[in-house]
């Protein structure tokens, strides 16, 4: 079969490492070059944290020179390591085997990035009658923490989309629904001491402990009681404790302990609430720690709170992508994306992208050529959706 006619730009980003601990800024820079080869001049913008992170918006104007309204094309440009996998090749040096493109971020999600840029010459050249505006993050997979960046960015521009089409792998199914997704941090300081001795110290693990049965209690009551979400493959929002670790010794009273907790939830369920709740715990945990030890302390750090998806069945975002070849689903997923970012911004937006979730992350991982070619359709008939005097 022959390739994909975007091939050459997919392999070009795929060989790019832009592996979330590392800076993504050549990755950028390429981008921006083939904006500039088209005559766009993109916005360039350094992560406001001091992070060596950069996020890149750029729009391909109307017809009449108009850059308000239109549609986003929205893309992260992070993948995760490939530390401890078994690769049966270099996962940065993409490969076709068997009508599949192997590399990391092949199928999460510089395929699809890959398919915008390549489409961009088209957009420019078309008369359209709305705008197109592309919006490249970082540190998606970090839990999202390019998302809102990227659209602050949006709004201080002024481009005002009325869509958001987010490329996330989902085989080309148009995805309007998911859950929230939250990640928490909470680190206990209590104080060491001989194990014979613990009058003196104050132990972390303990207190620790507590917040995970209150924590375990939550969780088990949105399981019990709810509130539900029909479609989902869990109806009720989840929560785990996904990460434990404390103490030094075996004979010392353990001075730190850091529990990392996650939950997903369903529209019904306001994270803010749950958040409220967790901090009144970690507030009446850190009490009774001082009340021991003055030295001691419990602090929560908010990682990450990707709100939840929850876009009507009658928005431009779905009429749109389904109208331009995406797969029409009903189906409600459970994983976060950045789409959730901009419909809490006021955009309507979608998941629709090439390749399978369930490649995503792994080793080996791929995207069927056939997923790339169906993207590359979609885009041409977005181009052709856009065009003046199409409707």
């Not at 590399?103 to 961009?120: C, E, Q, T, W």
């Not at 693990?205 to 989902?232: N, Q, S």
């Not at 997903?264 to 720690?289: E, I, K, N, Y």
Request: contains cysteine; glycine residues 10%; negative net charge.
């Amino acid at each position: 079969m022959n390739a994909p006619a975007s091939l050459d730009w997919i392999n070009r980003l795929i060989s790019i490492d832009s592996t979330s601990r590392a800076s993504n800024k050549p990755l950028i820079a390429a981008l921006a070059e083939g904006f500039r080869d088209q005559g766009i001049e993109p916005v360039v913008f350094d992560a406001p944290d001091g992070r060596d992170k950069q996020g890149l918006v750029a729009t391909v104007p109307a017809a009449d020179g108009s850059t308000a309204g239109g549609v986003v094309i929205s893309g992260h440009t992070d993948v995760v390591p490939v530390d401890g996998q078994q690769w049966s090749s270099d996962p940065f040096a993409p490969e076709v085997r068997e009508g599949r493109l192997f590399g990391r971020g092949s199928s999460d999600m510089k395929s699809y990035i890959g398919v915008a840029m390549h489409i961009l010459p088209q957009l420019v050249g078309a008369q359209l009658r709305e705008p197109v505006h592309f919006a490249f993050s970082y540190d998606e997979e970090l839990g999202c923490q390019g998302g809102d960046d990227i659209v602050e960015k949006i709004a201080e521009l002024g481009l005002a989309p009325r869509a958001a089409l987010v490329g996330e792998p989902t085989s080309m199914r148009v995805i309007r629904t998911h859950k929230s997704v939250n990640l928490f941090t909470i680190t206990f300081t209590g104080v060491n001491a001989h194990s014979s001795l613990t009058a003196q110290g104050v132990n972390a693990i303990e207190y620790a402990a507590e917040l995970v049965r209150y924590w375990r209690g939550v969780t088990d009551g949105w399981k019990a009681d709810g509130p539900f979400e029909e479609g989902f493959p869990l109806t009720y929002s989840t929560g785990g404790v996904n990460q434990f670790t404390g103490g030094t010794a075996v004979n010392i009273v353990p001075g730190k302990a850091v529990v990392v907790l996650e939950f997903r939830a369903v529209a019904a369920v306001d994270p803010q609430q749950v958040l409220a709740g967790l901090q009144a715990c970690c507030d009446d945990l850190r009490a009774r720690m001082k009340q021991e030890n003055q030295a001691a302390d419990v602090e929560l750090v908010v990682d990450a709170m990707v709100p939840a998806l929850a876009t009507g069945p009658d928005e431009y975002a779905v009429e749109l992508a389904q109208k331009i070849g995406g797969i029409a689903s009903d189906e409600k997923v459970t994983y976060g994306t950045e789409a959730g970012q901009f419909f809490a911004g006021g955009i309507p937006a979608v998941v629709c992208g090439p390749g399978d979730i369930a490649q995503a992350h792994t080793a080996d991982e791929f995207v069927e050529l056939s997923q790339i070619e169906a993207c590359e359709a979609w885009f041409e008939a977005l181009v052709r959706e856009l065009e003046e005097g199409q409707r």
